[in-house]
């Protein structure tokens, strides 16, 4: 495994992150705690320091499952967990960022993690409307952090040009972006860019695009329990399954699978600090952690994967608003 500085913030972390929406068992499907606290601890054996969570996941079960499995070695990991975003199902994003409410759930937070303070507190998708109306949401961060009980602070941005904006005009330099290889929008809109110039930490999520491409989903499918997935049309959840086919020649010949090999395009931007790919299990944490290892991908390679980008539609923009 490879370490990276994550910005400006003094704080290193692995390349490959674990994202542990799915294991709040509301989001992906149902979860076993003991196989979701076993994963967790294969992957810190496997030199996996840094672990994304939310309040929200699982109404906190993510951090509850997260804490139990890795207190122990509370030290040597790096936690984010986010705040804001209240609990509901579809594409309604109800919210609260008062500070009042941000200072009580970050002490819920920390009792649930098993801990006296976290490395880098989220705000959990505001709108910039909110931010620009109430200057108080990042003051409160900040007091949080002269505190001592948070160590930085950023936002989970609902887009890269919100992310733009968070740098630009609120001076953040942490932010947690969408980017894959079907989504390069924080390449097109300047986004890395400006964070490299910054020096602002940039984490990675949907790197594997919910799933789709590992190549093992097929649009098709009928997603047990309370699924995030089953609220997207069944053919925009065919279009991200199409997608792998594309980008096979990145596989033939090389001894890495679709994921790796879309894991490896995120990290290869030198802008990333780390990428968050969603893990279930041991064999889903061992394949992501091994791509940390491998070469990078070629100039030729990417410049195939960019022009399949610009000439594929792999997001139908009224696909939120119809089922």
Request: aromatic share 8%.
């Amino acid at each position: 495994m490879k370490y990276r500085k994550l910005g400006n913030t003094g704080i290193e972390v692995s390349e490959i992150g674990f994202g542990t929406w799915g294991l709040g068992g509301n989001s992906y499907g149902p979860v076993d705690d003991n196989v979701s606290k076993t994963a967790l601890r294969f992957a810190f054996d496997s030199g996996i320091t840094f672990y994304d969570t939310s309040d929200l996941y699982g109404n906190g079960h993510s951090e509850e499952v997260l804490g139990d499995a890795l207190h122990d070695v509370r030290d040597k990991i790096i936690i984010s967990t986010k705040v804001g975003l209240l609990p509901h199902t579809g594409f309604g994003m109800p919210c609260d960022f008062s500070p009042a409410y941000i200072r009580q759930e970050l002490d819920v937070s920390l009792r649930r993690l098993r801990s006296d303070y976290v490395d880098i507190y989220l705000l959990h998708s505001p709108t910039i409307e909110m931010l620009r109306e109430d200057r108080e949401i990042v003051a409160t961060l900040q007091i949080l952090k002269e505190a001592g009980k948070i160590h930085a602070y950023g936002i989970s941005v609902r887009s890269p040009d919100d992310g733009l904006v968070a740098i630009q005009e609120f001076g953040i330099n942490v932010v947690q972006v969408n980017f894959n290889m079907i989504d390069h929008r924080a390449i097109d809109n300047g986004l890395f860019d400006v964070a490299c110039e910054k020096k602002v930490g940039v984490i990675a999520r949907t790197p594997l695009c919910f799933g789709y491409l590992t190549g093992k989903l097929h649009g098709n499918e009928k997603f047990e329990g309370i699924d995030h997935r089953a609220n997207w049309p069944v053919d925009q959840r065919q279009r991200w399954a199409n997608a792998p086919d594309l980008f096979l020649f990145l596989n033939q010949r090389k001894n890495r699978t679709p994921a790796q090999s879309a894991l490896r395009f995120c990290l290869d931007h030198k802008s990333v600090s780390t990428v968050i790919p969603g893990m279930m299990n041991c064999n889903e944490v061992r394949e992501n952690a091994l791509a940390s290892s491998l070469e990078a991908l070629s100039a030729e390679e990417v410049a195939r994967i960019k022009l399949i980008y610009e000439n594929n539609v792999f997001y139908d923009h009224s696909a939120k608003q119809r089922k």
